[in-house]
């Protein structure tokens, strides 16, 4: 696969990166070795052969979804500069 230099725009354009002319050939370079380097690694047969890490979310134990600490409203708000009842009081950031 080869970029163009109208894709290598685009791409710079959702990135948000700005590019000067001059830029635009190198980066056009850059981003087509390393596609070249995918085909490549695309191209090695992997059959067989176990993967070294992960193993999907299957794999995970699952827990139970409960609440193991806890109820301690006090302690929480000990150092909090200001409160009101069992709330943390912050400055209003909206007008």
Not at 22 to 51: F, K
Not at 58 to 81: C, F, I, S, W
């Amino acid at each position: 696969m080869s970029l163009d230099t109208a894709t290598v725009r685009r791409v710079a354009s959702l990135a948000r990166i700005h590019l000067e002319e001059d830029e635009v050939s190198r980066l056009q370079g850059e981003l087509n070795g390393i596609l070249a380097w995918v085909e490549q690694l695309q191209a090695v047969d992997t059959t067989g052969v176990e993967p070294m890490a992960g193993g999907g979310i299957a794999a995970l134990r699952m827990r139970d979804d409960v609440v193991t600490d806890g109820g301690y409203p006090e302690k929480v708000l000990a150092n909090a500069p200001d409160r009101e009842g069992s709330f943390f009081t912050v400055p209003k950031v909206v007008e």
